[in-house]
């Protein structure tokens, strides 16, 4: 859908979708709580508004031409509505959808705040609002994440999704599935629209660790074989991005622990056993990042350990060679001294000797060394 851009302050810069783009920061001298301002990437797409109108047996897709259209249903059929909004950088939009649905501006503020931190609120208007974080492998290094900023609204008989608008929409899948009438979200309610559309986030979460877990095998066959070109910049990176991931995924453990309780009026019995098992999909998540994070951490104690063995064993070489040394440079001294009367010199064969004399010495050494195996 087509919109108008809001003009925003300037300020630093970030990285989001493996781009580097304008961060926008609001300033909070300057407004006031629930005031809409945009933080985040600079974006210079226009929003796009799919409003999907399904039941069990019916079935109605469209793109969003006027904002008239994404109004709440009003002919008394029993339609469940997912408007999926691509796009939160236009505040005239947003704030225009929040009167419809008559969402509070708190609410609006978190959905356009790119920066804020997961997190699940019940408002008295008797909406359920979630945002979470949408995680993306950077195409260009396998450990590098980015995060996308993604709000979900959870109504009586619809569900609101907001996106950032990156280079593709997350919830292809669950479009299929509806439009396809596969599997039981036609059949369910919004609870279980919203459980579909978290599922894609979470399953996409083993397709990032599974990225991660690739370049961890390659890290550990690297030290195993001890690579000295190998980096600790990189290893320290790949332990960044997984506490990063973490940190983004971690209250997602809550939020569905607070969905499958039993006085929440928003989600049905009948479709919380589907929020355990979304459940146990995080616990598995966050599970596999710790054990990772273990493993990257014993992996650089092995690679330093590997570095200081490589280091003594140039030293104990470096150290033989000086012992061998130190007779023969002892012998060398000892006739190179500029005295008259030396016995030795006057010796025809006496040059021969003291070559014979240090190849023996030499050679005694090092039988020596090898019989106390420090060679």
Request: proline share 4%; aromatic share 10%; charged share 25%.
């Amino acid at each position: 859908m087509n919109g108008t851009e809001s003009n925003k302050p300037s300020g630093g810069t970030t990285r989001n979708g493996g781009r580097k783009s304008k961060k926008y920061r609001k300033r909070g001298l300057l407004t006031s709580p629930g005031t809409l301002t945009y933080i985040g990437p600079d974006v210079g797409l226009k929003t796009k508004i799919r409003r999907i109108r399904y039941n069990e047996h019916s079935y109605k897709d469209e793109d969003v031409k006027s904002l008239d259209e994404c109004r709440p249903d009003s002919d008394g059929q029993n339609f469940i509505t997912w408007l999926n909004v691509d796009g939160i950088h236009e505040m005239p939009l947003i704030e225009k959808l929040g009167k419809f649905y008559h969402l509070h501006p708190l609410l609006l503020e978190d959905v356009v705040n790119t920066e804020h931190k997961p997190k699940l609120e019940l408002y008295d208007t008797g909406h359920l609002f979630l945002t979470l974080k949408m995680l993306h492998v950077d195409s260009e290094s396998p450990i590098s994440i980015s995060s996308e900023h993604v709000s979900f609204v959870l109504g009586k008989n619809y569900v609101l999704s907001f996106q950032e608008e990156l280079t593709s929409d997350i919830f292809t899948s669950v479009e299929n599935r509806l439009e396809a009438s596969v599997g039981k979200t036609r059949r369910n309610g919004p609870d279980y629209l919203l459980f579909a559309l978290m599922d894609v986030v979470v399953d996409n979460y083993f397709i990032v660790l599974e990225k991660l877990g690739d370049a961890l095998d390659a890290t550990e066959d690297q030290v195993i074989r001890g690579v000295a070109e190998l980096s600790l910049k990189d290893m320290y990176a790949l332990k960044r991005e997984l506490t990063l991931a973490r940190r983004q995924i971690w209250p997602l453990r809550d939020m569905v622990n607070q969905m499958i309780r039993e006085d929440n009026m928003q989600v049905s019995k009948e479709v919380i056993p589907y929020y355990r098992d979304l459940y146990d999909h995080v616990m598995q998540v966050l599970d596999t990042i710790d054990s990772y994070r273990e493993l990257v951490a014993s992996l650089v104690d092995v690679h330093l350990s590997t570095i200081s063995n490589r280091m003594n064993q140039v030293m104990k070489t470096l150290t033989i060679f000086s012992a061998v040394f130190m007779p023969l440079t002892f012998i060398v001294g000892v006739y190179g001294m500029n005295f008259e009367f030396m016995p030795e010199l006057k010796e025809p064969y006496g040059y021969y000797y003291v070559w014979g004399l240090m190849v023996a010495v030499t050679i005694g050494m090092i039988f020596y060394f090898k019989t106390k195996k420090w060679m």
